[in-house]
């Protein structure tokens, strides 16, 4: 395969105030390097931060939601700017969410922003003053979960796919730890593992084994279809 020097790109990832410079090379040409790169959509960033891709999907959803309503000024139904909101704003930010979702409570909050605009807007148009929207009413009316509560029903998600061979990835699968009781009234099901970083302890697979583990005890992994997980994963988390 011959490649384009010209297009391709290094980026190093590293923690450190002063990391290592090396230049690397294709045919004695340098390769430029980069602090971040998108990969599938999703950014990373040398420094391994997850504002800088977390903001870029919170100004996308923004321009979305101003985009929205600007377009619907004369729409007073409800469903219809609901229909719009979930279908264009909310998947850009839970795309990928499994990779990026943030542990910080400011990050939490800054991505949650995002949809307590929408509802203060339709509250607007649904008669109420800004401010004054009742966020928790619209949200159990609408049926609109918290977005950190959805990205928890994601990672429940795709933590059962993996366990049960429905997402084909052996490497993956290795790496989770799953706790063999001593008692036969236990019902824990995935073991917790020392991490020296917080990165590391708060990477996708680690956190998505924490929470397996938080509600293990009123959700099986191991019994029930697909659909029934999903309806159990929503009553246990909302």
Not at 68 to 97: A, C, D, H, N, W
Not at 138 to 166: A, M, S, W
Not at 173 to 178: D, E, G, S, T
């Amino acid at each position: 395969m011959e490649l384009n020097v010209s297009k391709c790109e290094v980026v190093s990832f590293s923690h450190s105030q002063f990391p290592y410079i090396f230049d690397y090379r294709i045919n004695g040409l340098v390769l430029r390097g980069m602090n971040s790169v998108k990969d599938l959509g999703v950014v990373f960033t040398s420094t391994l931060d997850p504002l800088e891709p977390i903001d870029g999907v919170v100004s996308r959803a923004y321009s979305l939601l101003g985009f929205i309503m600007r377009s619907t000024r004369s729409f007073r139904s409800p469903q219809s700017l609901l229909i719009l909101y979930k279908s264009l704003v909310r998947p850009v930010l839970e795309y990928g969410s499994v990779i990026w979702s943030p542990h910080l409570i400011t990050h939490i909050d800054y991505l949650d922003r995002a949809q307590l605009r929408f509802l203060r807007v339709l509250g607007v148009r649904m008669g109420y003053g800004y401010l004054t929207t009742p966020i928790e009413e619209l949200e159990l009316r609408f049926n609109l979960h918290p977005l950190h509560t959805r990205r928890q029903l994601q990672d429940l998600q795709l933590l059962y796919k993996l366990v049960n061979g429905k997402l084909d990835c052996p490497d993956l699968l290795r790496q989770v730890n799953f706790y063999i009781p001593r008692e036969t009234r236990s019902k824990a099901v995935f073991g917790r593992v020392y991490r020296p970083t917080s990165y590391a302890s708060n990477c996708g697979l680690a956190r998505m084994q924490r929470t397996g583990g938080l509600v293990c005890a009123g959700l099986d992994f191991f019994r029930g279809s697909w659909l029934s997980f999903k309806w159990r994963c929503s009553r246990v988390l909302t």
